[in-house]
Each structure stands twice: as structure tokens, then as C-alpha cells.
């Protein structure tokens, strides 16, 4: 019995000890902290035990605690967005500490829509710029930052006058009346920038043609040292997850946030000087006296020398300062700026005066379960304009058009100091900067994001943004000036005002499931309301325009009108991202928009896209080879556009105040129908094809990506001409297609890589071509759109381009000129030999390739960058050329030197042919910088100190004979009086305290 007593308690003890040490194993604590290189506590670290789904994630400290499973071997795993992972054997320890060092370039992180990926996790075609790509030659507009650096993007700057825009296509043209710029969202707020075309409207031009008809910057209000990163969406499954606005491309903009540890201050300047890179070849007084004794006709001559571009022109002084100060606790962050940009044009009486604060805040509660942060900036811009207008006949003037045509034998004063004059039509070009253009426009745009994880994998996002954008114009033209001194004087107000208001939410779920499946679950809502108004004022035949539009009602009203209107958009939409083995990426997104711009039958647009990626190089036969990263991408997705004019679904009334009835002996403006009503207008929609191939290799040394892409818009929003007779003239519907298909390549390389010299250099080229589908469907039948008028004196200068099918949007049209006859006369070609020049295509607007050429350089404490870009393949229609090069006009009128020597009679006039289209290819050396970065090491309140110079648009080569071939006045391939961009000269430094 005591025998079978003492089996029975050592059996018992046996399992009982087992039963122990499988709870020991089972519920063993393992704790730590994890950091950064710098020793910055990490939070939301993935920890995961290898082999099984048991995985914690660490809290606003850095600190985690996990339970482990009786598993072996027992190893965790750290893993984080930007940091390599690490992987440490338990062996038994309670207490581990891990340091995260920063993560190659696979671990970058990219900026997507509602979130982040790393590089490696990426399905789309998406390209980056940081803030490290800025520093080297700051500009004033942030898109100029991405010229000549990103695949499949051409940005033209419109003009060389500060505070001037820039066109900006992604991936080609997709739509005819719609909008065709791409979608901004700064700090996760997407922008409407005031109209369909996110430019700002500055109301009617203040009664002349010689004021301003170019549209300020919209982007102006950021400053570009306040930008951490730019990311540019570009294929449908990129940009699918902002629906209806995603057809035209998407760019990200994220600002700076508190870095690293402690407080810092930061202030940094530049000082410049620009000047007009070169003048146009126009006859000297000498040259021009002796042609007009040449042929014997009298000429207007005082004796003078007068180089009136050199008159106009001036050496400009640019001024930057920014400072910036960051700091906080461990649970709350913030970093504030401040920024001054004093700019003054190349042409006399231009300058631009910029101000911009911007503060971000961020703040972690309930051990870091909540994460609050705060994303304001507010700019106020002073614009005084210059008078020149690319929209005038030979009637009108501005200070450019004058500078040129002007006789040189005129003096630019009287005896008295007084500007000399010849009548209202022969304006003295200095004393346009008698008339005044100012222009103030201040705006806001602020956002509160919110993130509280309901649980440990699944997190509540609320985003409240609101933007308010405020743009007042004065224009003045005094009665002492000619323009306006038969009117008395001219004056006007226009104050316009756009404000948006939004808000999203969204629920993310993201699981480390276990070592092989990763999954990421978006779902939102979002709302955003816009609402733009606008009052014009007008008035001339003042008694004095002394005190200038402060006191409008003393003149005589010509002009008062008003507008305000609205529009909402409401979204639905989600997103699934998943990752099997580190090799199989898969992303499915859907959006479901809603606009008020569209009728009740087609309101609402469904816009899917799905995208598979394969990292080839992740498969265990690459691990010995060279190859550090292969990954094919395949996409497909549609986007919408709805970037019209509102409420075009619906009839709409205007009152005419040209045509009126008379009742009881009073005259009473008529009020008319402006359009048809159409309650079955919809989205235009893009479908977009895009196959990519992301190569790295020698450990991410030399990487580079590849990318095919074809999307077709259709549905195209066209404004039809109705038929006759009818009481309005035209009509909205949604007839045609558009088609574009091109190549994307870009590489980038570490040449040389030591701890004393770097050499880093980047290639790239984008190839589009554009091509018209259709313009027609059962309803609607157009076979072709002439657009884009001439401008001046020349000939024939209704449409000068044409939208046909089979051809790209941006082709001229016209007369093909075959040579001079023997009497100097132009001729055409006449195939069909009917008496008449034929009308035919004569060229494109459109580059056959953009491309760039970027490198940095590091030797020791110096560094440098050498920036080059261009086009090749377009044509441009110089229409300044073609209006100077008449030997008719002289010598009554100043002409280009070539107008003497290319063999065309006096009896010819000026004309639109082939013969003013030049190639418009060029290669610019866009910026030359030089730094030196000094060591601060021995000096305990200076963390960081920079000095540098810096060059922009030093070299242009080119055949065309224009100021710049990179030129966009009425359309993009058209010059005439375009502002030209000058040459700068930069120095600058930067400290860090």
C-alpha cells in the first residue's frame, strides 16, 4: 500500500511539474524599451514572436511587455515603417532593449493617400522628393521643386514674373474642357484652389488689356522650407483613393514636424540678384534711322538712343528669411515658422512680398492610444503687378509690347522730366509703371487630425480641415496716363473669396498576422463643402484719381456685379492592402463620389482600381545575387473628373444688359437662358493601365524604376454649339475620348561612396503620347475644336489649334509656308491646286520627351549640385516673332533685325503660317549650387551651420529665338509678351541652434 501509495505521489509530482513548467514557458514576461540611432524612444513598434501570431506593439515610450509561447527557438522580431528590423534570441533574458537603426531605401517611407507604405510595400507608380532635394537651390513656388527631378510630370512655368504659375501635367492631357491639373493635398487636406482649374480667379481684367491676365500661384501660400516631402501619385491605383479627383494625378505635400530630441531653432536666408537672361534682336537707332533713309520715309526722331528693353529691364533684388523653432515633451510636440520673401521682377515696378507662419503640433495621451496633431499656415502675399497682358490686339499696350515697338530715336523724358508721349496709342513704355495692379491675397488652411486605437490593431481617424482664401485686386490708371486720360482716369475693385470646409473619418485596421501575412484595412467618409463669391467695381471719369480706388463712387460706375456659389462633394471609400511572405503585394481600392455639380440622375461615381506587386527578390534564388531589389508592379484602376463649372446639370439665367425691353417707357434688361438644361451630365472617367519594374542593385547603390502606362478618358465634358435657332448658344454634354500612352524611366546611383567623398546621380525621362479618340457619340457630332485665338497684328489668328480625332490635343493648324516668291510675298502650299493655301496639321505643342539629368556631391564639409533638365520635340508658335518680323511696320514701328534681312516685301502683312513655328527643344542648367557645411562639434549652442551659392538658369540651349522656350501664354506652345524668366544668383546659409 505505501509502496503503490509513494508510485501514485511521484507520479502526481511528475505532473504537476510538468503542468509548472509548461505555464512557466507558456507565460514567461519579456520587457524592454526600443529606440532610435539617436536614442528617441520608439512607438508602435511591431514585436513580434517568430514563428507564431503572438505579437504586441510598443507604447508613446518606446516600452513593450509581451507574453511568450512555449515555442522554439524563441526569437522576437522588431519591426518598424523606416528602420531595418532586428531579430533577438530570448536565451532565457526577461528584459531586452533595442536599437533601430534607420532603414535603407526600402524602408523609406512614402506618403499614399490616408497613410503611409514603405518603398518596398508599394503597388503604385509613385514618385518622391525630401527635403534634402530642396536645400539646394530654394525656389519661391513648391511644384518647382519636382522640375526635371520626377518621371512622368512637365511643369512649365508660366512666366518669369514673380508670384507666376506653373502648368503642371501628370502622365499627358486627359480632358478637353475640364480641368487637367492634378489634385494637391497639403498635410492631408485635399485643395480647391478657387475654380475648375485650381487657380486663383481674380475677377474681370479692371476694363484694359494691358493689365495682367495671368493667374497668381495658388501654391504660393506654402513655403518651400517648410516642406518635409512631396510625393507625386500617378498611376489609377496610386490615385483611385481620391475618386473623382484623382484623373489628373495627385500631388502630396507634407510639411516638417518636430525632429529628434530637444529644442531646436533654426534660421536660415538668401540674398539674390536677377537679370534678363537675353534681349531680343530689335534695331538699334542707328540701324533704324538708316533703313527709314534707305527707302525715304520720314521717321519719328529726336536725336535719341534709346534702348528700350533695356529701359524696362532692371537688376532685381530677391531677400528670404525663415525661421523656425521646434520642442515639446515627450507627449507633446510642435514646431512653428515664420518666413519673409521679398522678390522684385526683372521688369521695372514688379514685386512680390510674401509672408507665411505655419505651426504643427502633435500631442499623445492615454499612453499613447491617442495621437492629436494640429497642421495651420496662414500667408498674406502682396503682388504688384506689372501691365502686361498676353491678350491684346495692336490697339491696346502694355510695358513690354511698347519696350519693342517702340522707336529708338525717342527719348524716355522731356526737358522737364515728364514722360515723353506720341498720342493714346503710342504709349512711352517707362510710364506703364505709372498704372498700378496690386494685388492681396491672404489665406489659411488648417486641419485637426485625431487617432485613437479602439484596439490594438484597430484605429479611429478623424480629420477637420478648413481653408479660407481671400483675394482682392486694385487697378488704377490715372487720368494723367494715356491709356485712360480720354476716360478721365479708370479704376477697380475685385474682391473674391473661396472657403472650403472638410471632414473625414476612418477606421484602419493593420495585423502583423504572423511572420508571413500582413494586412491593412482603410474605411472612410468624407465630406467637403466650397463656396466661392465675388464682387467686381468699376468706374472711370473721376474728378481726380488722386485718392486711387479709395474712393471708387466719385467716378462714373461702368461695371458692378456679384456672384457666390457652392458646391459639395461627398465620398465613401476604402482600401485593402496585403503582404504574403514579403514577396506578394496586393492593393484593392474603391471610391464612391458624389457632386452637386452633377444632375440627380448621374450624382453619384464609382471609381475601383487593384494593383498586384511580385519583389522577385525577396525569393530565396536571389538571395546570393547581385540584384538588391526587383519588383514588378501591375495596375489598373479608374479615376474621375468633375472639374466644370457648377450646376451646368441645370438651366441657368443671366441678365443681358445689351439687350433690353422697354416697358412704360422704361428700358429693362432682358434676363435670358445661359445654357440647356442637362440632368444626364456625369463624371468624365479615366481607366488607366500602368506596368512597372523596380530594380535596385550592389545593395541599393544603383536603383531605378521602369514604367509603361496607357489611359483613355472618355465621357469627355464638352461644351457643344447648339443649332440654330436657339435661345442659348451652347451646350454641356458628355461625348468623347482622349488617349495617352507613354514611358517612364528613372535611375538613380551612388557613383562613389566613401566617408570623404559622395557622388550621387540621377537620371530620368518621360516619353507621352497624346492622341483625340472621338468627339462624337448618338447625340452629340463634332469632327473637330478650334481653339487658342492669335494675338496682336498677324493674320488669320482665329484657332490656331485644332482638336481632332487622331490628332494630340495642342496641334496647330494653319498654312504651310513654302518660301518667298520673287516679290518677297509669302507662299503656301496649294496641293490640290484650287487657288487657295490648304489648311493642314503644322505641328505640336507637345514634347516627345522631358527629362532630367541631377547630381550631388559631397567631398568632406563641401557639397554641390548640378541640376539639368529639358525637353525635345515641340513646337512653339512665336507669335512676338511673327508680329516684329514685317518690314512694313517700320519705320513707323520698331522691328527684329531679321525683319531687314529675310528677303520679305514691304507690301507683305503679317500672317499665321508654319513659318513662326520654331522647335521649342531645349537643355537648361536649371541650378548650380556650392555649400559648405561647417563643424560644429567644439561649439556647444550651434548644432548645425551651412553656407552656399547658388546659380538658377545659368545655361539654355536652344534654337528657338524667343526669350525662353518654356512658355505658356493663352496655351501651352503659344508665346507672345511672355514675362521672361530671368537669370538669378543666390547666397545663402542656414544655423541650428
Request: hydrophobic share 35%; glycine share 10%.
Amino acid at each position: 500500500m505505501n509502496k503503490h501509495y509513494s508510485l501514485l505521489r511521484t507520479i502526481v509530482c511528475c505532473i504537476t511539474m510538468v503542468f509548472v513548467l509548461s505555464a512557466y514557458a507558456q507565460n514567461r514576461q519579456v520587457t524592454g524599451t526600443v529606440v532610435s540611432s539617436n536614442g528617441e524612444p520608439l512607438p508602435g513598434v511591431n514585436v513580434i514572436q517568430k514563428g507564431t501570431s503572438n505579437g504586441v506593439v510598443t507604447d508613446f515610450d518606446g516600452n513593450y511587455t509581451i507574453n511568450l509561447e512555449q515555442n522554439e527557438p524563441q526569437v522576437l522580431v522588431f519591426s518598424f515603417v523606416g528602420f531595418q528590423p532586428v531579430e533577438e534570441e530570448v536565451n532565457n533574458r526577461s528584459m531586452i532593449n533595442v536599437t533601430l537603426e534607420d532603414g535603407g531605401k526600402l524602408d523609406e517611407v512614402v506618403v499614399i493617400g490616408y497613410g503611409t507604405q514603405k518603398r518596398s510595400d508599394v503597388t503604385g507608380a509613385i514618385s518622391s522628393l525630401s527635403s534634402e532635394r530642396i536645400q539646394d537651390a530654394p525656389p519661391v513656388a513648391p511644384e518647382q521643386i519636382l522640375q526635371g527631378k520626377v518621371t512622368g510630370v512637365n511643369i512649365v512655368q508660366n512666366s518669369g514674373q514673380p508670384g507666376s504659375g506653373s502648368t503642371v501635367r501628370i502622365r499627358g492631357i486627359s480632358s478637353i474642357s475640364a480641368g487637367n491639373n492634378p489634385l494637391y493635398v497639403i498635410d492631408g487636406v485635399p485643395l480647391q484652389f478657387g475654380s475648375a482649374n485650381n487657380t486663383v480667379q481674380l475677377g474681370p481684367q479692371g476694363g484694359t488689356t494691358a493689365f495682367s491676365n495671368e493667374t497668381s500661384n495658388p501654391l504660393n501660400i506654402i513655403n518651400p522650407a517648410d516642406i518635409e516631402s512631396i510625393d507625386v501619385l500617378k498611376d489609377a491605383s496610386a490615385t483611385a483613393i481620391y475618386g473623382s479627383r484623382g484623373a489628373n494625378g495627385v500631388i502630396i505635400i507634407t510639411t516638417k514636424s518636430k525632429e529628434g530630441a530637444g529644442e531646436t531653432l533654426t534660421y536660415d536666408n538668401y540674398f539674390g540678384i536677377a537679370n534678363v537672361r537675353e534681349t531680343l534682336p530689335f534695331l538699334s537707332a542707328e540701324e533704324y534711322r538708316s533703313y527709314a533713309e534707305s527707302i525715304g520715309e520720314a521717321y519719328p526722331d529726336l536725336g535719341a538712343n534709346t534702348n528700350w528693353q533695356e529701359e524696362i529691364f532692371r537688376t532685381a533684388f530677391t531677400q528670404n528669411h525663415n525661421l523656425a523653432f521646434s520642442g515639446g515633451s515627450s507627449s507633446t510636440k510642435f514646431r512653428a515658422s515664420f518666413g519673409y520673401t521679398g522678390q522684385e521682377g526683372i521688369i521695372l515696378s514688379n514685386q512680390l512680398q510674401k509672408y507665411t507662419g505655419r505651426f504643427n503640433g502633435s500631442h499623445r495621451a492615454l499612453d499613447g492610444k491617442l495621437r492629436i496633431g494640429v497642421h495651420m499656415t496662414y500667408a498674406n502675399l502682396e503682388d504688384d503687378k506689372v501691365a502686361i497682358s498676353s491678350s491684346i490686339n495692336n490697339e491696346g499696350g502694355n510695358i513690354l509690347k511698347d519696350a519693342l515697338r517702340w522707336a529708338p530715336t525717342l527719348p524716355v523724358y522731356n526737358e522737364d522730366g515728364s514722360f515723353y508721349q506720341v498720342g493714346e496709342l503710342r504709349i512711352n513704355p517707362v510710364s506703364w509703371v505709372e498704372v498700378e495692379d496690386l494685388n492681396k491675397t491672404g489665406q489659411f488652411i488648417g486641419n485637426t487630425d485625431l487617432k485613437f486605437d479602439i484596439l490594438e490593431s484597430l484605429t479611429f481617424g478623424l480629420n477637420l480641415g478648413y481653408s479660407n482664401e481671400r483675394v482682392d485686386r486694385y487697378t488704377l490708371a490715372p487720368e494723367t496716363h494715356p491709356s485712360a486720360e480720354s476716360e478721365g482716369g479708370r479704376a477697380s475693385i475685385s474682391k473674391f473669396k473661396n472657403t472650403t470646409a472638410l471632414i473625414e473619418t476612418t477606421l484602419t485596421y493593420e495585423k502583423q498576422i504572423n511572420e508571413d501575412n500582413f494586412i491593412n484595412v482603410l474605411a472612410g467618409y468624407s465630406f467637403q463643402r466650397f463656396e466661392n463669391e465675388n464682387t467686381f467695381t468699376q468706374a472711370n471719369q473721376f474728378v481726380s484719381t488722386a485718392t486711387k480706388w479709395n474712393l471708387i463712387q466719385s467716378g462714373n460706375t461702368l461695371a458692378n456685379t456679384s456672384f457666390k456659389e457652392a458646391n459639395r462633394l461627398a465620398s465613401y471609400y476604402g482600401r485593402v492592402n496585403y503582404r504574403l511572405m514579403d514577396k506578394y503585394l496586393v492593393t484593392l481600392t474603391v471610391r464612391r463620389d458624389g457632386s452637386s455639380r452633377f444632375g440627380p440622375n448621374n450624382r453619384w461615381g464609382t471609381f475601383p482600381s487593384g494593383a498586384f506587386a511580385y519583389n522577385i527578390s525577396n525569393e530565396e534564388f536571389m538571395r546570393d545575387s547581385k540584384i538588391s531589389n526587383l519588383k514588378f508592379r501591375l495596375g489598373y484602376g479608374i479615376t474621375g473628373n468633375q472639374e466644370i463649372p457648377n450646376n451646368l446639370y441645370r438651366e441657368q439665367l443671366s441678365i443681358n444688359g445689351s439687350s433690353v425691353y422697354v416697358f412704360g417707357g422704361q428700358a429693362v434688361p432682358s434676363v435670358l437662358p445661359t445654357n440647356y438644361a442637362n440632368p444626364d451630365l456625369q463624371w468624365e472617367e479615366t481607366s488607366q493601365l500602368n506596368v512597372g519594374l523596380d530594380f535596385g542593385f550592389f545593395k541599393e547603390r544603383l536603383t531605378g524604376t521602369i514604367d509603361y502606362y496607357k489611359k483613355n478618358t472618355d465621357n469627355l465634358l464638352l461644351n457643344f454649339s447648339t443649332a440654330a435657332p436657339s435661345v442659348v448658344s451652347s451646350q454641356w454634354a458628355n461625348v468623347g475620348e482622349v488617349e495617352n500612352k507613354g514611358f517612364e524611366f528613372g535611375v538613380t546611383g551612388d557613383i562613389f561612396y566613401s566617408d570623404d567623398f559622395t557622388w550621387t546621380s540621377n537620371i530620368n525621362f518621360s516619353t507621352n503620347k497624346n492622341e483625340v479618340i472621338s468627339l462624337s457619340n448618338e447625340n452629340f457630332q463634332r469632327d473637330e475644336i478650334r481653339t487658342v485665338d492669335g494675338s496682336g497684328v498677324v493674320g488669320f489668328q482665329t484657332g490656331i489649334q485644332i482638336i481632332r480625332p487622331g490628332l494630340p490635343i495642342g496641334s496647330f493648324y494653319g498654312r504651310k509656308f513654302t518660301g518667298l516668291d520673287s516679290e518677297g510675298m509669302e507662299t503656301y502650299l496649294d496641293a490640290d491646286n484650287d487657288g487657295e493655301a490648304d489648311l493642314l496639321v503644322i505641328g505640336n505643342a507637345n514634347p516627345d520627351l522631358v527629362y532630367g539629368f541631377n547630381n550631388n556631391f559631397r567631398y568632406k564639409q563641401f557639397d554641390a549640385a548640378i541640376n539639368i533638365r529639358g525637353v525635345l520635340g515641340n513646337d512653339i508658335y512665336n507669335n512676338t516673332a511673327a508680329e516684329f518680323s514685317y518690314p512694313v511696320s517700320a519705320p513707323g514701328l520698331n522691328v527684329l533685325e531679321s525683319a531687314l534681312t529675310n528677303g520679305t516685301s514691304r507690301e507683305e502683312q503679317a500672317q499665321f503660317s508654319s513659318r513662326w513655328l520654331e522647335d521649342g527643344s531645349y537643355l537648361r542648367l536649371d541650378n548650380l549650387s556650392i555649400g559648405y557645411t561647417f563643424n560644429t562639434t567644439n561649439v556647444s549652442f550651434l548644432k548645425n551651420a551651412r553656407l552656399y551659392v547658388s546659380g538658377k538658369n545659368l545655361i539654355l540651349l536652344t534654337d528657338y529665338t524667343g526669350y525662353d522656350p518654356e512658355v505658356n501664354t493663352r496655351a501651352v506652345g503659344v508665346d507672345y509678351l511672355a514675362y521672361p524668366r530671368p537669370t538669378s544668383y543666390l547666397i545663402g546659409g542656414s544655423v541650428t541652434f
